[in-house]
């Protein structure tokens, strides 16, 4: 009895146990670890991704650099008025250049190295935008030397001329120095002319030398040395008196000198008196204590 007994455990261990265990012995087992994966990344992922990364960035460059869209045709160009809008584009170099290659500050010293230009301001915008704002030098009276006629700004900047010269105010340089553009004219000239112009609205030319700064005439044509245009209402002012004085006393001179406000003089103009032998062609009546002659 206890062998059947023993007969029957091993039966039993053998349908439930042994079988069991041999079953789950010999199954398969699938082996899944993404160990291989993180070694992988951890040797050669960061080289891989840096690659991809500069094949992707060169692919982008090379479409920005490529496209007919981001490539400059025209420009927005807003001041100007005595400078054409062409000539401005045409100096500023950026004509069929990538927007990306296109460097403001360059470009504005291009714009203003042309002489009726003062300042220039440059921006960009995607795809290919560009605008140029200029400020010109505005013409305040002409220079001539000789025959040639030149613009002069405020500050006294000579620069060539752009439109009629009809109606502005002219400096005759009787020195006939030589000029080109950007050359600087004394301020104080340009001012004193200004000023003369507006409280002597009759003055359309004005003669400049450097030994006697600026010349104007009187309505008789008697010749006025105004000297550096300094302190021009004072010295209009006083000559205002000096002129009533030389018309009431009959007395015309060559010149009348104005370079001191405090002490103006003039040259009695030579009188030639035929029949009269000896006279003293220079001879003129004694001149008020307010003005007196050379």
């Known amino acids: 009895m206890f062998k059947v007994k023993k007969q029957r455990r091993r039966r039993s261990e053998i349908r439930l146990g ?8 010999t199954a398969f087992q699938p082996r899944f670890t993404v160990t291989p994966v993180l070694n992988f990344w951890q040797t050669r992922g960061v080289k891989l991704s840096s690659l991809l990364l500069m094949a992707l960035l060169g692919w982008v460059l090379y479409v920005l650099f490529t496209r007919p869209i981001f ?3 025209t420009a927005e160009i807003r001041g100007n008025v005595a400078v054409s809008a062409r000539e401005i584009y045409t100096m500023s170099g950026i004509d069929r250049q990538s927007i990306f290659w296109v460097n ?18 440059v921006s960009l915008a995607l795809p290919a935008r560009v605008v140029i704002e200029v400020s010109e030098r505005r013409p305040e009276l002409v220079w001539q030397t000789g ?5 002069v700004d405020q ?4 620069v060539p ?14 020195d006939r120095q030589p000029l080109e553009p950007g050359y600087q004219i004394d301020a104080n000239i340009v001012e004193g002319a200004q000023t003369l112009r507006v409280l002597a609205p009759d003055v359309s030319v004005i003669r400049y030398s450097r030994l006697r700064g600026l010349t104007v005439a009187t309505p008789e044509g008697w010749p006025v040395y105004m000297g550096s245009g300094s302190e021009i209402k004072a010295k209009l002012v006083v000559l205002t008196a000096v002129l009533a004085d030389l018309k009431e006393r009959n007395i ?6 104005m370079r001191d406000p405090l002490r103006p003089f003039y040259k009695p103009a ?10 003293n062609p220079s001879r003129t009546p004694p001149p008020r204590p307010s003005v007196r002659p050379q």
Not at 252 to 257: G, Q
């Open 104 to 121: 403001p500050g360059e470009v504005v010293k291009k714009i203003t190295s042309l002489p009726n230009i003062k300042s220039a301001v």
């Open 161 to 174: 001329p752009k439109e009629d010269l009809t109606g502005m105010l002219r400096i005759v340089d009787d």
């Open 155 to 158: 500050e006294g900047t000579v």
């Open 71 to 73: 490539f400059v045709r």
């Open 270 to 279: 030579s009188v030639i008196q035929i029949g009269q032998p000896g006279a």
């Open 147 to 151: 025959q040639t006629l030149w613009w």
């Open 252 to 257: 015309t001179p060559a010149y009348i000198d």
């Open 18 to 25: 042994t079988q069991a265990v041999s079953y789950e012995a």
